[in-house]
């Protein structure tokens, strides 16, 4: 029997810098995907994000279940720095995570760098 299109959570299974960002979308491991990602320790996930929406600590959920293998957490908020609300804050402070907004470039360039290093950083990352 034919089966339709099946749509799957997007997922690259592994650890990879980024290679450009913009139009509203990140290229890595010469793949594409149109929207905001999360890279963490498990891999790169599709992150329904954008710079219209407030952050929440719901919307780390996956960042704080993987949450012994990170150290650093880069959050890109777009092209405008955005304040992390004080929740989410004190939840990775108490979990030993360092977070840090910047704007959405910075964040890709500093993990990257951090990447690079095989240091534990991860990165929560909205389209531009």
């Known amino acids: 029997m034919a089966r339709g299109i099946e749509i799957r959570e997007a997922h690259f299974p592994g650890r990879a810098p980024i290679d450009a960002y913009g139009n509203g979308g990140f290229r890595f491991a010469d793949m594409s995907h149109r929207g905001s990602i999360l890279c963490l320790p498990s891999g790169i996930y599709g992150w329904d994000m954008d710079m219209s929406k407030p952050l929440s600590v719901e919307d780390f959920k996956k960042v704080l279940a993987e949450a ?61």
């Open 68 to 128: 012994g293998d990170i150290e650093v957490l880069l959050v890109g908020t777009g092209t405008e720095l955005r304040r992390l609300p004080q929740e989410l804050k004190d939840r990775l402070r108490a979990l030993g995570i360092s977070s840090d907004p910047m704007s959405t470039g910075a964040a890709v360039r500093t993990f990257n760098i951090m990447l690079a290093e095989s240091r534990a950083v991860a990165a929560a990352l909205i389209a531009v």
